[in-house]
């Protein structure tokens, strides 16, 4: 296995937010993380790449504790993309994509011609070397989304950890760029493991799904063995409309505003208000 967790467990102030979580990725998947708000998906993220210190419950890279390894080491091998990343920072987008190469500067502080071509490359595979003397303070929530991916995979990482990278993307830009890192995946061998709030995009996109819930992990598999109509209405409290995507083979969940009834008659209210829509 690439990277290994297990019992992992987190507090903050007086709630526990996550609870003995254990996960095994192994080279080259993609797994992608749900859950409704506060489930714990970012604060696993933190702790899988050593931003957080779990409580409890240990991670290995590549059969090494990570909280053995320095931060440089650490970033060689793992690039992460955080929501916050996409701030106020007043650097060239270029500067910011350079900043990808600090895990491997000596100990001068300028670029090598290998650093260069790198980001060079990256940005071309972003399709964000047309911004490269803007302030990235100044662009758009997308180009500062796409902008940060390339940051990210200009470490050369073996996993790449993205939490709700198509959070600030229109509907376009989520596809583009989630196919950008599928090709990386199928190309280079490259490991993801993302958070994802669009049950739809995670089944199309990745090859695992890990489903938490108050801080649990209450399913995980295939995109068929997790987006099941009991799943959903457990974690997400919607009774779903299941269909089968005609091309790519997995299942998409519909969802009506009568699947947010509690009262136990759901199904059949969808049906009686959608009689011929299934």
């Not at 994509?97 to 600090?102: I, L, Q």
Request: glycine share 8%; charged share 25%; proline share 4%.
């Amino acid at each position: 296995m690439l990277l290994r967790a297990e019992q992992l467990s987190k507090r903050l102030g007086d709630r526990w937010v996550l609870q003995g979580i254990s996960l095994a990725v192994a080279p080259g998947e993609m797994i992608g993380i749900l859950g409704p708000n506060g489930s714990g998906k970012s604060t696993l993220l933190s702790c899988l790449v050593g931003e957080m210190k779990a409580d409890a419950g240990q991670v290995w890279l590549r059969d090494r504790l990570l909280a053995e390894m320095s931060v440089k080491e650490r970033a060689r091998q793992i690039a992460m993309l955080a929501q916050e990343e996409v701030g106020e920072i007043y650097f060239t987008v270029k500067g910011i994509v350079e900043m990808g190469r600090h895990p491997y500067l000596g100990r001068w502080p300028w670029l090598s011609e290998r650093d260069e071509q790198v980001v060079a490359h990256v940005m071309r595979e972003t399709d964000s070397q047309h911004l490269a003397g803007r302030i990235f303070a100044r662009l758009s929530g997308g180009e500062k989304q796409r902008v940060s991916l390339a940051r990210a995979m200009a470490q050369e990482p073996l996993l790449l950890v993205l939490d709700e990278p198509t959070a600030y993307l229109d509907l376009k830009y989520q596809f583009v760029l989630l196919g950008w890192v599928k090709r990386w995946q199928t190309e280079c061998g490259l490991t993801v493991i993302m958070v994802l709030h669009d049950l739809n995009l995670a089944a199309q996109y990745c090859d695992r799904l890990v489903v938490l819930k108050e801080g649990k992990v209450v399913r995980q598999g295939t995109p068929h063995e997790v987006i099941v109509e009991e799943m959903v209405e457990e974690v997400y409290g919607m009774t779903p409309i299941l269909i089968e995507h005609p091309l790519l083979r997995v299942p998409q969940v519909l969802l009506t505003a009568a699947g947010t009834r509690e009262n136990g008659e759901e199904r059949e209210q969808v049906e009686n208000l959608y009689p011929h829509g299934r």
